[in-house]
């Protein structure tokens, strides 16, 4: 079933006001204000998200009632308890044409029953509430000021995609598309295992956190090889103590060891970019997430080198270079993306006879 999210096409007075804006990842809950004028967002505040880091014996649906609990509450403080016009939620997770959460492997962990964020959201602040998944609304932010059909990438603790054509995200109604993350690229029995269970999916090889887990194997598959490595001089020559930030320092430095390690990752995402070109002919991709922007240009150039060693049907390396480039280093995307989405529809004209 599919529950239809709220009409927000208001017109007249009122429709360019600052509207209430969140976004919900798998650990950090950012609350802000949107203004259309300026498409700028202020008065953001960050608080970790009431899920399963913080709570892990807790049950999917124990979960699922503090996060909506907590984003009912985040609303009301933001807004000192006056209502907002209308609110916007860009969620961690595939969403429903209607604002139903299907599922959120970082926020809640196992699937479990689906979720009517959007309409409990609705009917517990008291105004109309939009929530879609929170790439959707970073691909909005975007699409402000790219000219041709682009897909957003993004690479953090996870891998998530969207693409924008046509003035929008290509999505069905229900909420498919745009989970390469989730794409089986590793079909061995012993291919590492995705945070929502599955085993080889692009995301558990080539994210932050698989990456990270790829660097810790090669150090003790090859502990000469580390220990020669500046990786090994950040981590006091012990695998078990690498992580993300020093992997992106290692690799930003030009270590071989690291750049090794990750250039083996990112052959899979090539060849997931490769399937998006070739399919549907998208020419333009943005790549943004903490772990590829800590990494930073070195991360885009290593991209594009195993694009162009994959080969693009019909492009020369010039061509693939200038398709790829790296997304803002910020971290209010999901804000001001579903505040954009959020004044689009609620400025779109109402349709013939509609009331």
Known sequence: MII?????????????????????????LRTG?????AAAVSRVRRVPVEGMARHPRDSVAGLQRRVVDQIVHEVGRHTAGTPPRAVGVAFAGPISAGGLV???PTVWGRRGEPLPLGQLLTERIG????VVNDLTAAAWRYAATETQPFCLIT???????KVFRGGEVLLDADGHGGELGHWVCDPSPGAPLCDCGGRGHLGAVASGRGVLAAVRRAAVADPAGFARSGLAARCVGRASAIGNPAIAAAVREGDAFTTQVLRGTLTYLAQAIG????SIGVCRYIVMGGFALAVGERYRELLVGELVRL????????????????????????????????ADRMNRPSPAGAR
Do not use: C, K, W
């Open 155 to 161: 690479v953090s603790s996870g891998i998530g995609n």
């Open 127 to 130: 105004v109309p509430v939009v």
């Open 4 to 28: 239809p999210q709220p009409d927000l096409r208001a017109g007249g007075e009122g429709s360019g006001d600052v509207l209430t804006v969140l976004d919900v990842g798998g650990t950090t």
């Open 311 to 342: 080969g693009f049907f019909g492009l020369d390396a010039d061509a693939v270079d200038a398709m790829v480039s790296l997304g803002r280093p910020d971290d209010d995307h999901g804000l001001i993306g579903v505040g954009r989405l959020l």
């Open 33 to 37: 204000s949107y203004d259309p004028a």
């Open 102 to 104: 299907l599922a959120a």
């Open 275 to 278: 399937a998006v070109f070739t």
